[in-house]
C-alpha cells in the first residue's frame, strides 16, 4: 500500500551548531568534531550545510533526530596565487563566489546557480552550473577534503583513500 503523505514532518529534537561544541571539546577547530560528540550522536543525525537539499534528508526524519549544522563553519580561504581554496561546509556558494571575487576579476569556481546552496551538499553531489561546458562539475576541482568518520577519526584524501575520496564527490548527501 501507498505510504500516505505526513501532514507535518517531525522536527529536530536538537539543533546542534558546531560552534556550541568549544564548550564542550578540547579544541575550538573544526576539528573539534571528537570522539565524545560522534559517540552521543551517532544514533539519527542528520546533518545540514545549506539547508537546500530537494528530499529533506538534512532536516525531515519520520523518526525523532538530532541535526547536526554546519552554519558556523563557513570560512573561506582563497590563495590567488596558487588558485587554490579552502571552504568548510557551511559557506554557500555565493559566499565562495565573492570571497573569490573579492582576490580575482578573473577567477571563478564551477558550481551551481542559487547563491544560498550550501558547500556541504553541492559538493557533495557534484554540483552543476553555468560554467560546466568549459570547466566540468565542482567535483572535478576539489583536490581535498576533511571528514570526520562514524570512528571519529578525521581524515582526508590520503588517510581516507581513492575509494571514499571519490563516493564523498558525488555520492549524493545521506547516501555515505
Ligand atoms: C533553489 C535551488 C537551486 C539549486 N540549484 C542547483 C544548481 O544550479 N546546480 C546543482 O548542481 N544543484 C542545484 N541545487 C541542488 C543542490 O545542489 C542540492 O540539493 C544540494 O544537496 C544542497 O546542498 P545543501 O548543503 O544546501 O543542502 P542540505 O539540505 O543541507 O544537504 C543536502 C544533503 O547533503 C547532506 N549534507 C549536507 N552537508 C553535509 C556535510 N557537511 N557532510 C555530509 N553530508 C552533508 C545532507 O545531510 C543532505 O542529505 C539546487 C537546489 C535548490 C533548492
Not at 27 to 54: M, Q
Request: glycine content about 12%; aromatic content about 10%.
Amino acid at each position: 500500500m501507498e505510504k500516505p503523505i505526513p501532514l507535518a514532518t517531525m522536527l529536530p529534537i536538537v539543533i546542534v551548531y558546531l560552534f556550541s561544541l568549544h564548550a564542550s571539546c578540547a579544541a575550538p577547530t573544526t576539528e573539534s568534531v571528537h570522539e565524545t560528540f560522534v559517540d552521543c550522536l551517532r544514533n539519527n543525525i542528520k546533518t545540514r550545510s545549506g539547508g537546500h537539499g530537494f528530499e529533506g534528508r538534512s532536516y525531515i526524519s519520520d523518526e525523532p533526530f538530532i541535526m547536526l549544522d554546519m552554519f558556523n563553519l563557513r570560512n573561506i580561504t582563497v590563495d590567488v596565487q596558487n588558485e587554490v581554496a579552502v571552504v568548510q561546509a557551511g559557506a554557500t556558494l555565493g559566499e565562495v563566489y565573492y570571497r573569490i571575487w573579492e582576490k580575482s576579476d578573473v577567477h571563478g569556481f564551477p558550481a551551481g546557480e542559487c547563491h544560498t546552496v550550501g558547500v556541504g551538499g553541492h559538493f557533495g553531489g557534484g554540483g552543476y552550473g553555468n560554467m560546466m561546458r568549459k570547466y566540468g562539475l565542482s567535483i572535478d576541482h576539489i583536490l581535498d577534503a576533511k571528514i570526520v568518520d562514524v570512528k571519529s577519526r578525521i581524515l582526508n584524501k590520503e588517510s581516507m583513500g581513492e575509494d571514499l575520496f571519490w563516493a564523498i564527490r558525488g555520492g549524493g548527501g545521506a547516501s555515505l
